[in-house]
Nanobody, 124 residues
Framework: QVQLVESGGGLVQAGGSLRLSCAAS????????MAWFRQAPGKEREFVAF????????DYADSVKGRFTISRDNAKNTVYLRMLSLKPEDTAVYYC?????????????????WGQGTQVTVSS
């Protein structure tokens, strides 16, 4: 099975930017579709961004469209989330997730493999 490790989180002021990374090991990343989710305190885990096996297709939550960009480098076994124009409401623990078969579901319960998460805090 694939193991996922996120990095790149931190504290940033509103309007700032961050790039999160998700490094995979154990299996070739190109075998998986990938997504980023986030979970704020007291809230359910929510979908943020999605990318297909080759990176040819992506999708985003409405709340981050135009500000966040998901990408992947299969040669480096890494998926990225570039976040621009960050807002305080983007504050959350960000998780990457993987699954081998794409069902079209962005429900967190339908994703099999998860990283441990990385904290993103946006101050106002």
């Amino acid at each position: 099975q694939v193991q996922l490790v996120e990095s790149g989180g931190g504290l940033v002021q509103a309007g700032g930017s961050l790039r999160l990374s998700c490094a995979a090991s154990g299996r070739t990343l190109s075998n998986y579709v990938m997504a980023w989710f986030r979970q704020a305190p007291g809230k359910e885990r929510e979908f943020v961004a999605f990318i297909t096996w080759s990176g040819s297709n992506t999708d985003y939550a409405d709340s981050v469209k135009g500000r966040f960009t998901i990408s992947r480098d299969n040669a480096k076994n890494t998926v990225y989330l570039r976040m621009l124009s960050l807002k305080p409401e983007d504050t959350a623990v960000y998780y990457c997730a993987a699954r081998a078969y794409w069902s079209g579901s962005y429900s967190s319960t339908d994703w099999r493999y998860w990283g441990q998460g990385t904290q993103v805090t946006v101050s106002s």
